[in-house]
């Protein structure tokens, strides 16, 4: 319950822990504002490197900014208790104001950037959402691995 705005994530090293960074909004009647994710190395995590959770009950998320971050490797985790994991894991349907801009994400175990839309809906969606996506960089495109369901919707990349 409440706001928790104005957060600014930069400068750490997450390496072997079960997620990278983790954005979670846990309550409808709450909100996560004002957040930039920048200048940060997620590596070889078993879950994402990045994930911007749809835990609990999935609140807003308003004006995020995911920045000249380094993901690599992360989301290898065959049995990851969330189904198929990644790199950048936008997994939330709760997010206004999405900017996603100097990454480079590089072998992710599902997907380097994963999202919870369908690729013939993204670009209406993205737009009303208004999630931008710009300069990032991602490894070669890989066969979409088939895992179970998990706790959650599977991500598309």
Do not use: M, Y
Request: proline share 6%; with cysteine.
């Amino acid at each position: 319950v409440g706001e928790l705005s104005d957060v600014r994530v930069d400068h750490n090293l997450i390496h072997g822990c079960e997620w990278g960074i983790a954005l979670s909004s846990e309550e409808r009647t709450a909100v996560l504002l004002r957040v930039e994710v920048v200048d940060n190395v997620a590596l070889a995590n078993r879950g994402s490197g990045l994930i911007v959770a749809p835990w609990v009950q999935d609140g807003p998320r308003q004006t995020l900014r995911i920045r000249n971050n380094l993901l690599l490797s992360n989301g290898h985790a065959p049995d990851h208790w969330s189904g198929t994991v990644g790199n950048l894991d936008l997994r939330s349907t709760a997010i206004q104001d999405l900017e996603v801009t100097g990454n480079t994400c590089h072998d992710g175990g599902g997907f380097d950037i994963g999202v919870p839309f369908p690729p013939e809906e993204q670009e209406g969606v993205f737009g009303r959402l208004r999630w931008r996506f710009a300069d990032n960089t991602l490894g070669p495109r890989t066969e979409f691995p088939e895992t179970r369901a998990g706790k959650f919707a599977r991500p598309f990349p």
